[in-house]
């Protein structure tokens, strides 16, 4: 029984019992030989040790499995004890540890509506990354760990760092974009803020996990330097920073084994190389077999015991599995508990904080969004020299978009625009779903004395007449993306280019707002005015976009992946997929699938350095945004040898504050047969006009260096590498050179 359930067994006893004690731990301290690991005095290693030598057979099997998922199959008895997560672990009651109810929370607490509770719908991972500020991640994850705690579950199954490889993947909207060092420093602070609130953090989907299409027996081929440098250096920086008490592995095979059973990924990297501490879980329904999968280090199925149950403990009677590898399993898991402080540290269920959930939501979604065009001062808007605002689309009068999927946070209110299909499996799923935070509300907030009209734009001719009248106006695109499918193109949906050329032809003071899971192809960006990338906002993502667009607040966000020109410029223009029918979300999980390739012979190449290597111009590219101000940027200084320090100026000289985050790149020497350049570091820094400050960055080894596959090993190739410094991967104007050994 866990211990929120007894405390609404004993009640105000056990409150009472706390109070005086302070703790669980310190409650059962006092009896050391009947619970010597409660004694909070010892480390966790300590009190894992002694707690797994304690525990029978049968309570080891019961950790390293869940109970099953409700409609999908046979479920435990115990799963009624659940609160209702992705997955659900029952606790040992007679050695204290607690049950582990896991929920999907990366953006916020994920089925909590459905119970009556409400969760902050944050804005998308891919806006977070797009703030460019690792402080606003560390807040993100706290928010997000602090709401979780509120709701009883003591694990979250975010922590999404897969990178961009694949631009029209389903899942980029839970990821951190295509730059591995960006990727991994955003997500360790994610992890870190979130384990701060007492709740097991996670990382996910190790690895390689880059597309959605036939998820379930995609194989992806890659080889060892090149997923070292990109998608397993995301992992590397969020492991070895953020310190997550889990790791899920993916659905995908890796290099012809799967994600959840192989011994390179999981055993001589992760566990070996990098001395991870936590326990490995299966993504849900990613287990394989038994005795494989243990041997290769995985510590826990979900969401059943399909091969962890009683089949695991069949191959430990046999041999198969040593008993040493089901008690370091079992040890993985209660050593997490013990450091969390989930055993010792009751979280009593509260409502959420609302309030400081708007604040914090607002402030990530206006770090985020990117103002990617603004020519003749278009932005900001200003109530006093309007007369007219024409609204246009994307249910703007209603909401803002989310991504679908399990990283779906309920909508507060439920969804501002109903689904027909609501209660088909695939479609809820699938389908859309809007946050009640309409921007046309805001704006009209914003425009006091403006005439503010909105058209919904479903007649490009009608929408073109509405923006005739009008002084200006504003075009909401969407581009929804899922969990389950990739896009099939970049280019908008459902005839939104033709509307947005319409509008644009009658009035040339067309602002377009984009609300998107990742790039999208902007064909008309030459015909408008403005353009804004806003991401999928979240609860506050229509206030946000408002006090942007009226100057309230600056503009500051930067791309944190690539827009290209067309499809075509793309590594793999048109995908990957498996032979046959096209797939569905499900295909896999419910039915068997041979295995398919995906081969990424592009290697090292992924995002900014594909078109850096490919000589191919995007619309806009990695780290690009525009401000209200203007940011200078001089005196650059780098230091070699062993390490790189790079130091420079920059100053904003324009008439207003504003944010600018400031990048350093390099490129290597021609013989480590890199891309051109890599991003290396930067920082956010908040400057008043005519305001100037120094910018120091130590960079980390490991940024320096390429893997040397043939000794396994990161090494830093000695010769004369440049430095560059600026506002975005295609704008550097400082360089200097530098001699590292």
């Known amino acids: 029984m866990a211990m929120r359930r007894i405390a609404k067994t004993f009640g105000a006893a056990v409150v009472v019992l706390l109070a005086a004690h302070g703790s669980f731990g310190q409650i059962f301290?006092?009896?050391?030989?009947?619970?010597?690991?409660?004694?909070?005095?010892?480390?966790?290693?300590?009190?894992?040790?002694?707690?797994?030598?304690?525990?029978?057979?049968?309570?080891?099997?019961?950790?390293?499995?869940g109970t099953g998922m409700v409609g999908l199959g046979p479920t435990d008895p115990s799963i009624v004890h659940s609160d209702g997560g992705g997955g659900y672990v029952p606790g040992i009651e007679r050695l204290g540890l607690p049950d582990l109810n896991m929920n999907d929370g990366s953006l916020g607490s994920g089925g909590g509506a459905k119970k009556g509770r409400?969760?902050?719908?944050?804005?998308?991972?891919?806006?977070?990354?797009?703030?460019?500020?690792?402080?606003?991640?560390?807040?993100?994850?706290?928010?997000?760990?602090?709401?979780?705690?509120?709701?009883?579950?003591?694990?979250?199954?975010?922590?999404?760092v897969d990178i961009t490889r694949e631009a029209r993947n389903g899942r980029g909207f839970e990821y951190l974009g295509e730059d591995p060092i960006l990727a991994g420093n955003m997500v360790a602070q994610w992890i870190e803020g979130l384990q701060a609130q007492g709740v097991i953090g996670d990382i996910k989907h190790y690895a390689v996990n880059d597309q959605?299409?036939?998820?379930?027996?995609?194989?992806?081929?890659?080889?060892?330097?090149?997923?070292?440098?990109?998608?397993?250096?995301?992992?590397?920086?969020g492991v070895k920073q953020g310190k997550p008490g889990m790791l899920m592995c993916s659905y995908n095979l890796i290099n012809n084994d799967w994600g959840c059973e192989n011994d390179y990924t999981l055993n001589q990297v992760l566990k070996k190389e990098w001395g991870y501490q936590g326990w490995v879980v299966s993504d849900w329904f990613g287990t394989h077999s038994t005795v494989k999968a243990a041997l290769a280090v995985l510590d826990m199925e979900q969401p059943g015991k399909r091969y962890f149950g009683p089949e695991l403990k069949k191959a430990v009677e046999g041999g198969q599995v040593p008993m040493a590898r089901l008690d370091d399993m079992v040890r993985r898991i209660v050593r997490t508990e013990f450091a969390s402080g989930i055993i010792d540290h009751l979280q009593p269920t509260m409502a959420p904080d609302v309030q400081r959930g708007f604040k914090v939501a607002q402030r990530v979604a206006e770090e985020s969004?990117?103002?990617?065009?603004?020519?003749?001062?278009?932005?900001?808007?200003?109530?006093?020299?309007?007369?007219?605002?024409?609204?246009?689309?994307?249910?703007?009068?209603?909401?803002?978009?989310?991504?679908?999927?399990?990283?779906?946070?309920?909508?507060?209110?439920?969804?501002?625009?109903?689904?027909?299909?609501?209660?088909?499996?695939?479609?809820?799923?699938?389908?859309?779903?809007?946050?009640?935070?309409?921007?046309?509300?805001?704006?009209?907030?914003?425009?006091?004395?403006?005439?503010?009209?909105?058209?919904?734009?479903?007649?490009?001719?009608?929408?073109?007449?509405?923006?005739?009248?009008?002084?200006?106006?504003?075009?909401?695109?969407?581009q929804h993306t899922h969990e389950g499918n990739d896009l099939e193109t970049l280019r908008l949906p459902d005839g939104q280019d033709a509307l947005v050329n319409k509008v644009a032809a009658a009035n040339p003071h067309t602002i377009v707002v984009i609300e998107s899971g990742d790039a999208v192809l902007t064909p008309w960006a030459g015909q408008v005015s403005a353009i804004v990338e806003a991401w999928y906002p979240g609860i506050r993502g229509g206030q946000a976009l408002a006090n942007l667009l009226f100057g309230e607040t600056n503009f500051s966000g930067k791309l944190a992946t690539t827009f290209p020109a067309s499809d075509a410029d793309l590594p793999h223009p048109t995908g990957f997929a498996p032979p046959g029918p096209k797939p569905t979300p499900l295909d896999g999980l419910l039915i068997?699938?041979?295995?398919?390739?995906?081969?990424?012979?592009?290697?090292?190449?992924?995002?900014?350095?594909?078109?850096?290597?490919?000589?191919?111009?995007?619309?806009?590219?990695?780290?690009?945004?525009?401000?209200?101000?203007?940011?200078?940027?001089?005196?650059?200084?780098?230091t070699g040898g062993s390490g790189l320090q790079v130091s420079f100026t920059i100053t904003n000289n324009g008439q207003r504050e504003g944010q600018e985050a400031a990048q350093v790149y390099l490129s290597l020497p021609a013989s480590a047969g890199e891309p051109p350049k890599r991003l290396i570091g930067w920082k956010k820094v908040d400057l008043q006009p005519g305001e100037s400050q120094a910018v120091t960055l130590t960079i980390e080894p490991v940024y320096l260096s390429v893997f040397d596959v043939a000794t396994e090993r990161w090494k830093i190739v000695p010769g004369e590498y440049k430095v560059m410094a600026g506002p975005s991967s295609a704008e550097l104007p400082l360089a200097a050179t530098v001699q590292l050994r």
């Open 118 to 160: 409400y969760s902050t719908a944050m804005p998308s991972f891919i806006a977070l990354a797009s703030s460019w500020d690792t402080p606003l991640a560390r807040d993100f994850g706290s928010l997000v760990g602090r709401e979780l705690a509120d709701q009883g579950y003591n694990i979250t199954l975010g922590g999404g």
């Open 592 to 638: 068997a699938k041979p295995p398919f390739p995906v081969v990424y012979d592009e290697g090292l190449k992924v995002g900014y350095k594909w078109f850096d290597a490919e000589q191919k111009k995007p619309a806009y590219p990695f780290g690009f945004g525009l401000s209200y101000t203007s940011f200078a940027y001089a005196d650059l200084k780098a």
């Open 212 to 237: 959605e299409t036939g998820r379930y027996f995609a194989n992806a081929q890659i080889d060892k330097r090149a997923m070292r440098e990109t998608d397993l250096l995301a992992f590397e920086i």
């Open 29 to 65: 301290s006092g009896l050391p030989s009947e619970k010597p690991w409660m004694d909070t005095s010892l480390t966790p290693d300590q009190r894992a040790d002694l707690v797994v030598k304690e525990m029978t057979l049968d309570e080891k099997i019961q950790l390293v499995h």
């Open 369 to 478: 969004m990117v103002l990617l065009k603004n020519d003749g001062a278009q932005l900001p808007l200003s109530a006093a020299s309007l007369h007219s605002i024409a609204v246009i689309g994307g249910h703007a009068d209603a909401g803002v978009l989310s991504g679908g999927g399990s990283a779906q946070v309920d909508p507060a209110g439920g969804n501002a625009v109903p689904d027909p299909n609501g209660n088909d499996l695939l479609a809820i799923f699938m389908q859309e779903v809007f946050h009640r935070s309409p921007p046309l509300a805001a704006i009209r907030e914003k425009a006091q004395g403006v005439q503010v009209t909105f058209d919904a734009g479903t007649d490009p001719d009608a929408a073109a007449a509405a923006a005739k009248k009008a002084d200006v106006a504003i075009v909401f695109v969407l």
